[in-house]
């Protein structure tokens, strides 16, 4: 293919005659000669394109070396691929670094059709709930998060509230994985729950203690009678300052000065 711009329009030149009437150029009188018209120069204009050529868009460049990065041969094989997974256009949109308008775009022209947003959006965090729990159950040393179920709620009878603590999830979610593993927790007796409660409130006062030990430490005091003597008796410090230094509450610390003669 060969495309040239028109010649640019000339000038009139005027005509040089010898006596005789023949031009100088050996052409007849108003014909211009060669050497006040020469002949115009290559335009720098022209394109001369051989073969054939496809155009791709910058953006459908950078999608497709994306898709190829997250391991697919082609952006197509991307989308289908996802969309028999059931990812969402947000998802879509994240891994690829574009917006959910062009993903949509992607999916009409590829002939693809998303799953429904709401029923996606519910399964897929009910996927990554329970993938989450189940590392945590391995972390506590069980090989699955059915396993933990098992021992804490029927074989230790612990309350939905201790798992749902240790676990880390809400009771609604505990309760629906409790139906869909097919377990009844053993019910307790009130001296059992009663005890049960003492022991969680003495094993967080001695976290806390620990805390509090690990704190005095760091400011170089080995007791808290010693630090407080220190720092309320001697630099005159305030509870607030106090509180903020030690990283207590304001009730327990008025608490402990009493208890040490330190204030009234």
Do not use: N
């Not at 009188?29 to 910058?58: H, M, N, Q, Y």
């Not at 009878?157 to 994985?177: F, M, N």
């Not at 080995?222 to 001697?234: K, M």
């Amino acid at each position: 293919m060969r495309v040239a711009f028109p010649p640019l329009p000339m000038e009139p030149s005027p005509q040089v005659t010898s006596g005789d009437g023949i031009s100088r150029s050996g052409v007849a009188p108003g014909t211009p000669g060669a050497w006040a018209t020469p002949p115009a120069a290559p335009s720098p204009s022209e394109l001369a394109i051989k073969g054939g050529f496809t155009v791709v868009d910058r953006q459908q460049r950078r999608l497709h070396d994306c898709a190829h990065t997250l391991g697919f041969a082609d952006l197509d094989g991307y989308l289908v691929a996802r969309c028999q997974q059931q990812a969402s256009l947000a998802q879509l949109a994240g891994q690829l670094g574009t917006t959910t308008p062009v993903v949509r775009r992607l999916l009409d022209h590829a002939g693809l059709a998303p799953s429904p947003q709401p029923a996606l959006s519910a399964a897929g965090r009910r996927r990554g709930t329970e993938q989450r729990l189940a590392r945590r159950a391995a972390q506590l040393g069980f090989s699955d998060l059915r396993a933990y179920l098992t021992d804490r709620l029927v074989g230790q009878a612990w309350p939905l509230a201790q798992v749902t603590s240790e676990l880390g999830t809400h009771h609604k979610t505990l309760r629906r994985l409790l139906d869909h593993h097919q377990l009844h927790r053993a019910r307790q007796a009130a001296p059992t729950r009663a005890a049960g409660a003492r022991g969680r409130r003495q094993a967080q006062a001695r976290a806390w203690q620990a805390k509090r030990q690990a704190r005095l430490a760091e400011l170089g005091f080995q007791e808290l009678a010693g630090y407080l003597e220190a720092r309320v008796v001697e630099e005159g410090w305030s509870v607030r300052r106090v509180r903020a230094e030690l990283g207590v509450g304001g009730v327990w610390l008025v608490e402990q000065l009493a208890k040490l003669g330190l204030r009234s």
